[in-house]
């Protein structure tokens, strides 16, 4: 299935909501008291969720770097297929601190790290399938990657670049490019003189030409948008509506919904439309916070340790304490004495156990139309009652290479006498380790199977 590939750089975004009461006594700042602390993906790791969360199937290709906070944005990116290539040094972070709506100081984190490593096939792959591809450029490298720009150029995809001033130009023939007002005048050197739609009109045909895009979207706040494409007369894409509140997040909004048009079958001028409404009803909705809400339908799962947020969260614990993230996988139809072996030997080498189990549908497809016995939400259930387990995930593959592609375990162990097993590529990937532990003779599901149906 044709998916919208998202490609760009992942910060982690983190707020402190505080109160403002006093005036620090050693220098004339405010002293703000902490309450709060929300985290969650930026750049194009939040370009992602946006998308994910309206329903889409989104595919992310971003560097991230192996430490806790790199940890903590491979648990929040849960639901979405993630190719992560190898970052150096420290995953960036952006702190705001905030009290009463406004933000006081923002604090960056991480520096400027080097260039992202090699970029796994099933990356270039996934870009070569994509029904619409968006570059999210934060400045930090991934956009510059050269294998990641040759599979772009080569895609047949609508290509929609948000670019950054510190970041590469955009691929030729891009079908949009949505640099707002500030980041057109600074990219383009113009000094902004005239309205905002002269300054729009003027910067933004001079890019497209340099660029070679067919259309560049100048994204203009509460101002909506102004289009400059091939004509003389730009199209102006005023905002539905008068919005206030925060505009963290908006442009991604605005980029994720125009990619998304297109790879429908939209023109570029409906596209940038339906991206202006979708940007406003963000911010008046309340933004990212609003937009990235959990459903409340999620939070008996969470109690019970199943699924992809609580999977994110025991490995994000695991890897900030330092830890060792093991994984294994299987049908698990009827739990037997074997397969606690084999978890439990599993657990005994890390520090969290995170458990990929099939889904109904898959175990049809491995096993035959009679299994499986044991419906997979309670065969989850049984899981993760277990001691050894710290959370389970479902999927629907017949293997979980997509699961294990976000999950990035250090340890992937299988119980049984594999020759080989197909996931030991993909966990190599990330300098992860596949191994084989001991599984109790006589003991399986087909073989209790067989025995009750003879009646033995």
């Known amino acids: 299935m044709k998916r919208l590939v998202i490609v760009g750089d992942t910060l982690l975004d983190r707020d402190v909501e505080g109160a403002v009461r006093r005036i620090a006594p050693d220098a004339p700042a405010p002293v703000l008291d902490e309450e709060e602390v929300h ?53 960036p972070e952006k702190v705001r601190l905030r009290s009463g709506g406004q933000v ?91 309205s905002t739609l002269t300054t729009a009109q003027r910067a933004g045909h001079l890019l497209r030409q340099r660029w070679r895009a067919a259309a560049v979207a100048v994204t203009c706040g509460p101002g909506g948008a102004v289009l400059c494409h091939s004509g003389p007369t730009p199209l102006v894409v005023p905002a539905p509506a008068e919005s206030r509140g925060d505009t963290c997040g908006a442009g991604d909004r605005f980029a994720t919904a125009a990619a998304i048009a297109l790879a429908d079958g939209a023109l570029v001028s409906e596209a940038v439309q339906l991206a202006v409404e979708a940007a406003t009803t963000y911010v008046a909705g309340g933004g990212v916070a609003a937009a990235l809400a959990p459903h409340d339908d999620r939070r008996p799962e969470k109690a019970e340790r199943i699924g992809e947020q609580e999977a994110g969260r025991a490995v994000a614990e695991a890897r900030a304490r330092g830890g060792v993230v093991v994984a294994t996988g299987g049908c698990f139809d009827l739990l037997h004495t074997g397969h606690l072996a084999t978890l439990r030997a599993a657990r005994q080498l890390g520090d969290c156990l995170v458990v990929c189990l099939n889904s109904d549908a898959s175990v049809r497809d491995l096993k035959g139309p009679d299994r499986p016995l044991t419906a997979q939400a309670d065969r989850a259930r049984l899981l993760a009652a277990l001691d050894c387990v710290d959370a389970v995930v479902v999927f629907d593959e017949p293997t979980p290479e997509s699961v294990l592609s976000w999950l990035r375990p250090d340890v992937w162990v299988k119980g049984g006498d594999y020759a080989e097993l197909p996931e030991s590529d993909l966990v190599a990937r990330w300098g992860g380790q596949t191994v084989i532990v001991p599984y109790l003779d006589g003991r399986s599901t087909t073989r209790t199977i067989a025995a009750a149906r003879s009646g033995s």
């Not at 903590?72 to 190719?83: C, K, N, S």
């Not at 991934?142 to 040759?150: I, Q």
């Open 39 to 91: 985290e969650r993906p930026g750049g194009a790791g939040l370009a992602a969720l946006l998308a994910a969360a309206d329903g889409h199937e989104v595919t992310l290709i971003t560097a991230i770097a192996s430490d806790a906070a790199g940890a903590r944005l491979t648990g929040m990116l849960a639901g979405v297929e993630l190719h992560a290539l190898p970052l150096p040094g420290a995953t």
């Open 104 to 194: 006081l100081l923002r604090l960056d984190r991480g520096g400027t790290p080097g260039p992202p490593g090699d970029a796994p096939q099933a990356a270039l792959d996934a870009l070569r399938d994509a029904k619409a591809i968006l570059v999210s450029d934060y400045g930090r490298g991934v956009a510059r990657h050269p294998a990641l720009r040759a599979a772009i150029e080569a895609s047949s995809a609508p290509v929609v670049w948000d670019p950054h001033p510190d970041g590469p130009a955009p691929v030729p023939d891009a079908r949009l490019v949505t640099p707002n007002l500030a980041e057109v005048c600074k990219l383009s050197g113009d000094a902004g003189g005239g």
